[in-house]
């Protein structure tokens, strides 16, 4: 079955200590991103990455940091800078249509990853 | 900056009810319009789409038709179930379509009950 994973999907870290999540897509898609959502708010872009080795931040990046070493993974590692780590992450990939006149980029979402900071 | 904004919810319906949730935008030209639906505990799936005006997206009873005039996609369902119980993202993407970024509404939650 094609799709993304996240793991794992409960995550349980101590204040001051980094942490890395895992995402992983077969899909062959060349863009990846990394969200973040909050109770009752929208999902705001961490970082997203359009090709290997590269890579952009997004609206909230300060206190993260992520790589992209290999087209199938995009993992992100949140670190003790970031305020108030604890949240759902989501990762996403997409792939790009085009037609009529217009392109526009499907994305396909993971499970989820729901950080808890003790 | 482009931005888009989506009715409070939450919102609660008796089953078989007509369902509205509210989607207006923020953006300079043209573009695409989206809603993806998250259940409990997962991820988001994309609902259905519109890419240029006056298009109509649907999928599973659910459609919306993209408003140049009102700057408007609200999501419409004629019946809704209890499995449709989930929360609703407005979203659009610039007409560059720089980097295939989404911009996301604030999510409107939906409870269906029977």
């Known amino acids: 079955d094609g799709g993304i994973t996240q793991s794992p999907k409960y995550l349980f870290r101590k204040e001051g200590q980094n942490v890395t999540l895992s995402c992983e897509q077969n899909?062959?898609?060349?863009?990846m991103y990394w969200y973040r959502q909050d109770p009752g708010q929208g999902l705001r872009l961490i970082y997203y990455s359009q090709i290997v080795n590269d890579f952009q931040k997004g609206d909230i990046a300060e206190g993260y940091s992520v790589s992209r070493e290999k087209k199938e993974s995009f993992p992100l590692t949140v670190t003790s800078a970031q305020k108030n780590p604890t949240a759902f992450y989501l990762c996403a990939s997409s792939i790009e249509w085009y037609g009529q006149g217009v392109s526009y980029n499907e994305q396909f979402f993971g499970p989820g990853t729901r950080l808890t900071v003790l | 900056g482009n931005s888009v904004t989506q009715m409070e919810g939450p919102v609660t319906l008796s089953e078989e009810a007509f369902l509205t949730i509210n989607c207006t935008y923020t953006a300079t030209g043209y573009p695409s319009l989206f809603w993806y639906v998250q259940y409990p505990g997962e991820g988001l799936q994309l609902l259905l789409k519109?890419?240029?005006?006056?298009d109509k997206g649907s999928n599973k009873g659910f459609e919306a038709t993209y408003r140049k005039e009102t700057t408007s996609f609200h999501l419409e369902k004629g019946s809704v179930q209890v499995s449709d119980s989930a929360v609703y993202f407005c979203?659009?993407?610039?007409?560059?379509?720089?980097?295939?970024?989404?911009?996301f509404g604030q999510g409107t939650e939906l409870s269906v009950k029977p």
């Open positions: 979203a659009l993407s610039d007409q560059y379509n720089q980097g295939g970024k989404l911009i």
């Open positions: 899909l062959n898609h060349d863009a």
């Open positions: 519109a890419t240029k005006a006056d």
